[in-house]
């Protein structure tokens, strides 16, 4: 059962950027979907990005395409949200997820049951 753990969150400026990691033990990513999700209270969980493992293929969400990447490492079993042209809007508790590849893609946080704990990212104005 592979664990997640969210690194990278922070405060940061409109305009900056960040980079978010999500390392996993126990197994590697391999045949696994990773994908990024967001929350803020009373809010339900967001969808970010995702990224297939195997094949690199990714896909975002409107709101982010264009400033955020989701990028992978092999060799370090880590995927990455680089975060760029950040706005107030984008702070949330951010969370990595992953599911098996063997049941497709989803956007849906239903669809992914191995969650991270989360990391905090604050833009300020």
């Known amino acids: 059962q592979v664990q997640l753990v969210e690194s990278g969150g922070g405060l940061v400026q409109a305009g900056d950027s960040l980079r978010l990691s999500c390392a996993a033990s126990?197994?590697?990513?391999?045949?696994?979907?990773v994908g990024w999700f967001r929350q803020t209270p009373g809010k339900e969980r967001e969808f970010v990005a995702r990224?297939?493992?195997?094949?690199?293929?990714?896909f975002y969400a409107d709101s982010v395409k264009g400033r955020f990447t989701i990028s992978r490492d092999n060799a370090k079993n880590t995927v990455y949200l680089q975060m760029n042209s950040l706005k107030p809007e984008d702070t949330a508790v951010y969370y990595c997820?992953?599911?098996?590849?063997?049941?497709?893609?989803?956007?849906?946080?239903?669809?992914?049951?191995?969650w991270g704990q989360g990391t905090q990212v604050t833009v300020s104005s």
């Open positions: 126990g197994r590697a990513f391999r045949s696994y979907i």
């Open positions: 990224i297939n493992w195997d094949i690199g293929s990714t």
């Open positions: 997820a992953s599911r098996s590849s063997v049941f497709g893609v989803s956007n849906l946080p239903r669809g992914y049951d191995q």
